[in-house]
């Protein structure tokens, strides 16, 4: 038997896991608006909150679109702005914070959804941790 077959099969394997795994990790950046219009939207429908704060579903909504320029610009944060946003942002993709805004498990919907918030928040760390190591503030 010829060795270029396993070979062959093994690479073309590696291929498809790497094509699979950068597709995954991809934004889905429709259904990160989707999320945070609804956030939004909910947020403007419950009216004044407290009178003077900003209710918290707009606040993790304004996080969200934060985020997702900050990845599309790469750009970095101070630690304490930076780590409000993540806070946001974990929050944001809580399975039953999802469904309360009309996204429920189970759905093709949920899967995008979710995994686009997943996808967000793990560039967003990877964003601002690069600007850790690297020392530098680009606000």
Do not use: W
Request: hydrophobic fraction near 40%; glycine fraction near 6%; charge should be positive.
């Amino acid at each position: 038997m010829n060795s270029f077959g396993p070979l062959a099969i093994f690479a073309i394997g590696v291929a498809a896991f790497y094509l699979y795994r950068s597709q995954k990790r991809k934004v889905d950046y429709e259904s990160v608006c989707e999320v945070s219009q609804a956030l939004s939207s909910l947020a403007d429908k419950a009216g004044a909150y407290r009178s003077e704060k900003a209710h918290p579903h707009e606040v993790m909504a304004a996080a969200i679109r934060e985020a997702q320029a900050a990845v599309i610009a790469k750009r970095t944060f101070d630690s304490d702005y930076s780590s409000h946003i993540q806070r946001q942002l974990l929050r944001s993709f809580a399975p039953d914070l999802l469904e309360s805004i009309g996204i429920f498990r189970g759905t093709a919907r949920f899967s995008r959804c979710y995994s686009g918030l997943a996808a967000l928040a793990g560039d967003f760390e990877r964003l601002q941790s690069k600007k850790n190591q690297n020392g530098s503030v680009l606000t």
